[in-house]
């Protein structure tokens, strides 16, 4: 790569650091092991009780010790921990003093049941607690950790004071598209040429009772509980549901003008991002798939590419039942006939599905996938679905050489986003 | 100087305390009086949402059942502002506007809470108890009434906004960032128009508990923003939905529209708050923006929260800057998220009439003098400094 723009004459976005964690394990290493050998880290859940629950198993991260446990302190030590290693990968900047924003894909921040009965045991109401009894002690004053910890800027914040970021930390959510949209406001960033880096990062610890709870009624979640490991079953004809699951995945994004000029190793280039969202329906996408045809076909167009030189899709694969069908419309209609002879798998097959930190944990695993030369395979594909005829590389990891890949990421409230990744 | 690239407000949509849009709120605000609900929530009071014909703007039923108060003032506000700005229904538009929401989480079902909470501790197993309560109470859909999401997603489905669909969290600055990331791309030419906004449901027992916890809920007597520093300050929160569309000049002209403002300057950051932290943050971006400033016709809209560090810094600044100043929290409550793209539709109402609205209270001075620009900040409660100049179109 000659020039320090593209096809466009914007800045060229280039990755040089990344951090990553997920039910298999911390770091790239070790999650990359796992990843290409097929290994499962979907579990039985542990973390509370179980009992009456349809669904009993999750990608949790249970390895990783937070004080006063809850779902913005496990998902910002996972950041934390994610941000270490993509930044010590980049050699950018100083400890504690990010030459750049901060683009953070968080998980909506709710106050939870432990500290609701915290407080109504402080209430001392003894039959029927309502919120007044609530109220009658919150400001008591020990509750205030409870405020600060519960504010939608506190992960956001922290992170910024600890890694030293620049300017106000942005916290996005697009629901399963949150880490895909995280990525595309640093790449849109630093093409205005605001910034020469970006510290962008998805972080999802939600596995708590109501939030299992909350997408169990919507349907939305495998109930083959045993073995956990076989639960997620991308494109497989007896797929019924996605697994929730933890992670965290962490990118410095630079200007490759900005890399060169430091000397930094470039690991992949952001080479374009495409959105688009559906107004047809909070929870199902447009039967005819236009919205995820036309973030594909945007994506490819923003990197300045034709469809053919996609040589391996990293699906968004939740293994929900129309998920999978409405991602394969879209694929076959941007592909057409080469849809099902390109390489087309789903890392949610393994990690299961980690929410708000999808989009960045699978951004990481693609550029990992056009590094290594090596497709992650999808596992449990044992009954393939004669309407969805893909190449899931199924259960066996593939070498396989890739120059351009397309990761997909599609949520809740019509999200989508489409980020192209490619080599150097 | 006109620049092709400009960030225009060709849309206004507000809804709060003070009624129904732009025209409603500036007739308000110029004759003010104001609108508490001291009885629903004691002692504590919020600033509650005028009454909305929802079917205006929100035409199915189906769609209003789907949304808790929250999302359906957020698309009222969001429906409003398409009108205003004469883009509604104009599905080729409205297929590549792009649109940053700033959004807090949703109404819970405070009845199954407040039933999960009496029968836990009496449960033979209490794990067991929450599971089967929340599996079997909880209504399905509520879910998607309370991601913070799916405001945005709303928006879509209603409006057929669906160029781009983003949402940030984090209080205040979340509405801040939002419009300063509009503006930014517009700049860059990286969108020609963008519906922006957020919406604040304060009348939840659930979010007075949030700040009551914070030991900042302010109690009787409710006086306005700077005169209840007196006593410690505080927040008194206010139900508003503000969404604005902000077009490139360009784009405004091509269509004919006319522009409320335009946003010269837009800036914002974060620190610790340590004693003269955020004096400093302002300082910077005031003379970042040194350049469109002309202090002859200009006064602040200020977004103080009330909250007493906070606003007793903030206020020794604007002192210093000797402008007119008015707090919009004292006409429509302090609300977080939407809090700023309010205090920017007040600014930009303002600057296209050339004149400010009278003070809001004794501690603001009158301004006769015709008005060009206004400066509007906004200090969150905990964290961030920002700071927008909006000067006539």
């Known amino acids: ?424 | 100087m006109a620049h092709e690239r400009d960030a225009l407000i060709t849309g206004i949509g507000i809804v709060s305390c003070l009624g129904s849009g732009a025209d409603a709120h500036w007739a308000a605000l110029n004759a003010f009086t104001p609108v508490l609900d001291t009885d629903s929530f004691p002692p504590f009071a919020v600033h509650p949402l005028a009454p909305l014909e929802l079917d205006k703007q929100i035409p199915k039923r189906g769609d209003q059942r789907q949304m808790e108060a929250w999302q359906r003032i957020g698309v009222f506000a969001a429906g409003q502002a398409l009108d205003s700005a004469g883009v509604k229904g104009n599905t080729d538009l409205l297929s590549r506007m792009g649109m940053i929401v700033a959004a807090g989480g949703g109404e819970r079902d405070y009845a199954v809470d407040a039933a999960i909470l009496s029968g836990y501790p009496k449960a033979a197993n209490p794990g067991a108890y929450l599971n089967e309560h929340l599996l079997g109470d909880l209504r399905p859909t509520l879910f998607l009434a309370q991601l913070s999401n799916l405001l945005a997603g709303n928006i879509s489905i209603v409006h057929g906004v669906i160029g781009s669909s983003r949402t940030f969290m984090g209080e205040e600055a979340s509405g801040a960032d939002a419009v300063r990331i509009v503006c930014a791309r517009i700049a860059a030419g990286q969108g020609d128009i963008m519906l922006v906004g957020g919406s604040y449901n304060a009348q939840r027992p659930d979010v007075l508990l949030h700040y009551e916890m914070g030991g900042l809920q302010l109690r009787s007597p409710f006086g306005p923003v700077w005169a209840r520093q007196a006593a410690g300050g505080g927040l008194l929160l206010g139900s508003v939905g503000c969404f604005l569309v902000i077009e490139s000049r360009t784009h405004a002209a091509a269509r004919g529209a006319s522009a409320y403002a335009h946003i010269a300057a837009i800036r914002s950051d974060r620190c610790l708050r340590q004693p003269g932290q955020a004096t400093a943050n302002a300082k910077a971006q005031f003379e970042a923006m040194a350049a469109h400033y002309d202090p002859a016709g200009a006064a602040v809209i200020s977004g103080a929260s009330g909250a007493a560090a906070a606003t007793r810094e903030e206020s020794a600044f604007l002192a210093g800057l000797g402008l007119p100043v008015r707090a919009s929290a004292t006409a429509v409550g302090h609300s977080l998220e939407p809090s700023f793209p309010a205090s920017l539709a007040f600014a930009a109402m303002a600057v296209r009439h050339g004149v400010l609205f009278p003070p809001l209270e004794a501690a603001e001075q009158a301004m006769t003098a015709p008005l060009t620009q206004a400066l509007v900040t906004s200090w969150g409660h905990w964290r961030g400094e920002s700071l927008a100049l909006v000067t006539t179109a």
């Open chain 1, 1 to 424: 790569m000659t020039k320090d723009t593209d096809h466009l004459g914007r800045p060229i976005v280039v990755v040089t650091g990344m951090g990553v964690l997920t039910s298999l394990g911390q770091g790239q290493a070790d999650n990359w092991a796992a990843l290409t050998s097929g290994v499962s880290g979907i579990r039985r859940i542990s973390r509370f009780p179980i009992d009456g629950l349809r669904t009993t198993i999750a990608g949790t991260v249970d390895f990783v010790p937070v004080p006063e446990p809850s779902a913005p302190a496990l998902s910002q030590r996972l950041a934390e921990l994610v941000i270490e290693e993509a930044v010590g990968e980049a050699g950018i900047g100083r400890v504690g003093d990010f030459p750049g924003p901060l683009f953070l894909a968080l998980p909506p921040v709710e106050m939870e049941w432990g500290q609701r009965f915290a407080l109504a045991a402080a209430s001392g109401a003894n039959d029927a607690v309502t919120y007044d009894d609530l109220l009658r002690v919150a400001g008591n004053g020990s509750f205030e950790p409870y405020y600060r910890r519960f504010l939608f800027s506190s992960v956001g914040e922290n992170l910024a004071e600890r890694f030293g970021t620049k300017g106000s930390p942005v916290a996005t959510s697009t629901a399963c598209a949150s880490g895909g949209t995280a990525i595309q406001l640093g790449v849109e960033a630093i093409r205005r040429g605001e910034t020469d880096a970006a510290l962008v990062v998805g972080t999802d610890a939600s596995v708590n009772p109501e939030s299992l709870i909350r997408f169990s009624l919507l349907s939305a979640l495998s109930t083959r509980n045993d073995p956990p490991s076989s639960a997620s079953r991308p494109f497989s004809k007896d797929r019924e549901g996605f697994v929730m699951a933890e992670g965290a995945g962490a990118l410095v994004l630079e200007s490759l003008a900005g890399a060169r000029a430091r000397g930094a190793v470039v690991l992949a280039v952001v080479e374009g991002c495409g959105e688009v969202a559906d107004g047809f329906h909070r929870t199902r996408s447009s039967p005819d798939g236009k919205p995820i045809i036309a973030c594909m076909r945007e994506a490819l167009a923003d990197a300045g590419l034709e469809p053919d030189a996609i040589g391996y899709i990293n699906a968004h694969g939740t293994g929900t039942p129309e998920n999978d069908k409405m991602e394969w419309v879209g694929v076959s209609a941007v592909f057409g006939e080469r849809a099902g002879s390109i390489p087309m798998s789903s890392n949610k097959s393994m990690i299961g599905h980690s929410l708000t930190a999808a989009g960045a944990v699978e951004a990481i695993f693609s550029v990992l996938t056009i590094r290594n030369g090596l497709l992650p395979p999808t596992i449990n594909y044992d009954v393939p679905d004669p309407a969805l005829p893909v190449d899931c590389v199924p259960n066996v990891a593939r070498a396989v050489r890739v120059r351009h890949a397309i990761s997909n990421s599609f949520g809740f409230g019509g999200q989508n986003v489409c980020l192209v990744l490619g080599t150097v």
